[in-house]
């Protein structure tokens, strides 16, 4: 027996948090990104981002005045933050040092990889398995694929830190362990359900522990014949549920108010098989495996099938699957010799919990029949988080017999720490890849460009101006719009600090302007969004097959064709246009002058403005041999500019403060915008329309 005591085992624990957090840090090299641009910028995760942002600016999630705008969003209709207040606090906490959503998403996530660890290694050193099979273990459980594919796209369930003590409480249950004898005891559950409920991703590691418990419990009462484990489990089941109800309350009083909303996160029953595991899932290697052969078979039979999340985030790994395999085939033995222990105890229990949770969470299983009376859980393919532990336990199990039987041989002790770095090099390699590593580069390049075009925007409207956003999306959970995923309308929310987005109003709800608005003719659309108090028309080009080439077409057209008073909305709404498109215009030949320029022999390319059309010109090596001029005289060009007042004043303010005339100023930073170096951006994605 192994039992939990002292400091040593605090440092154990802690050494085992490390070293998860190091060997997953090792996989996705953090360092070579920016801790202030996120790790994941597609999808959900720009949905939790934009959860954080609004939990920072204004203290908790129910309610974001800056988002469905005229009206705000809120998310009484759509609790999925409700089940993580835990986790909700921890990424507070992180926000005491920066107000940035991006930072703090990002090191909470980092946090993931030492609390998984630590968590994983507590259990199994409670469930009898030594320290350092407990420390190799747990690291293994900390780099499951399922953690990198999660990744900050499902930020919540990439913090499976629970499930080891939902397994904990389940495998309890089995094994008759007193879990409410004394007052201590008892507090000490209490507090395990309450972390569940508390930090259940979404309901979904809390629904878990609850319907296994439950099975469980009543597998043991008809074994026993006894009811204590029905009062054993139900106080479990009883104690998790009651939390979770608790952090349903706003919602439940929001509904007492305002009636249900059918419409927001509507599930039916099907989608439990569409997204439900499969055995062969769980076993084969990743798609993206070291060994080529063992990637290119996995690839072949996920080819064959219609691609979910399950498809990508369950497989198990080898050192894994070997456990799982040994749990199934203890139970089919068992099951055969009735009356006859074929191993202790716990294999069988770890066994018997493997088989639940395959049975439930199989295509097509008893998922479905939960599913035709509570269809909101619906991903059952993510029971996959439980089997691993179990798996990974049994092979805890079996390395520490292992272990003791190489100890009664001479030099046992250095053979078994080599049999355990063995299990622990294969483990990391198998289940790891390079893939899992971001693409820092790619997402440095497409989130700093989205922040320079909002930056761009936020110049030209005043404070708290409103932000009509096409094409029109519902929010939340609708599926893409051409190359537009869902919640990509967020981009411009994640990025601002003042402005007030029309996308993320419940649907469902009355209130919400924007499906009429987004139906009309753009010149009806051009004076009623100017009516409803709307200041710019932003545009998600990847939401039209056309990249919103006739959308646009038709704004800027609007101007010219419409009666006055459109013509007057419209002009102020698409000012900005020729500007910003004119800015970008310029970047790119900057970009492409620089890249064609490192490529010539001698002389170089430069962007030159005759009246408003800008145009490379090759000039020869001699002519750069006059310096540049740094002020007004000597100027070889002249451009005229048309500014709105507020910016000349800026960009008086701006020259005055650096102690050089306006032109100079000018000149410089024309020169520091044309001399950055050329990285592919993703500006020419969105486009503004905006009031001068």
Partial sequence: MHRLKGWGEVGYAALAAVLSAVFGFLVIQPWDGDLDVPFANSGDANSYRSEMKGILEHGWFWHNPNLGAPEGQQLFDYPGLSG?????????????????????????????????????????????????????????????????????????????????????????????????????????????????????????????????????????????????????????????????????????VYWIEHGRNDEAAHRLPVESELYGLKLTQLVLPIAQHRIDRLAELRRDYDNGFPKTEATFSTPLGVVATVGFFWLLAISLVQLASPGRPVAQPLYGHAGIATLLALLI??????????????????????????????????????????????RARPGGVALGAGLLLVVLAVGVLDQTSTADKPAYAALEAEYRSDGDFVAAIEERLPTGAMVFQLPYHRFPESPPVDRMADYDLMRGYLHSHDLRWSYGFMKGRPGDPSPALAEEPPQ??????????????????????????????????????????????????????????????????????????????????????????????????????????????????????????????RIEAAAASENVSVNSWLVRALNRSLSASSVQRSSNRLQGFARG
């Fill in 84 to 252: 993580d207040p835990l986790n909700v606090l921890f990424m507070k906490f992180i926000g005491l040092f920066t107000s940035d959503a991006a930072v703090v998403v990002n090191v909470f996530f980092l946090l993931t990889f030492p609390l998984i660890g630590l968590a994983a290694y507590l259990v199994l050193r409670r469930l009898t398995v030594s320290v350092p099979v407990s420390i190799a273990c747990s690291i293994l459980y900390t780099l499951l694929p399922y953690h990198f594919w999660r990744g900050e796209v499902h930020l919540l369930l990439s913090a499976y830190y629970v499930v080891p003590l939902g397994a904990y409480l389940v495998l309890a249950i089995l094994g008759d362990r007193p879990l409410f004898a004394g007052r201590r005891l008892t507090l000490w559950t209490l507090a395990l359900c309450s972390v569940i409920a508390l930090a259940s991703a979404g309901y979904y590691y809390g629904a878990f522990t609850v319907i296994l418990v439950a099975a469980v419990t009543l597998i043991r009462a008809v074994v026993t014949r006894s009811v204590r484990p029905l009062a054993q489990g139900g106080a479990v089941v009883g104690a998790i549920l009651a939390v979770s109800l608790a952090t349903l309350a706003p919602s439940f």
């Fill in 361 to 406: 969470a199989w295509t097509g299983g008893l998922s479905m029949l939960i599913a035709g009376v509570w269809p909101q859980i619906r991903s059952w393919n993510r029971l996959s988080i439980f089997i691993g532990f179990f798996a990974l336990l049994a092979v805890g199990l079996l390395l520490d017999r292992a272990l003791g039987a190489l």
């Fill in 524 to 649: 009806q659309m051009v004076r009623d969004v100017s009516v409803a108090g709307f200041s710019g028309i932003y545009i998600d080009r990847f939401g039209y097959e056309d990249n919103a080439a006739k959308l646009e077409a038709d704004l800027t057209a609007v101007a010219a064709v419409g009666d006055e008073a459109t013509a007057r909305a419209a002009e102020r709404l698409i000012q900005a246009l020729r500007s910003s498109a004119g800015l970008r215009l310029l970047e790119a030949l900057g970009d492409v002058a620089l890249e064609v320029s490192a490529q010539l022999p001698s002389g170089h390319v430069e962007v030159r403005l005759t009246g408003a059309d800008p145009a490379l010109v090759y000039v020869a090596e001699e002519e750069r041999a006059e310096p540049a001029p740094t002020e007004d005289d000597g100027m070889t060009a002249r451009i005229s500019l048309r500014l709105p007042e507020a910016l000349k004043q």
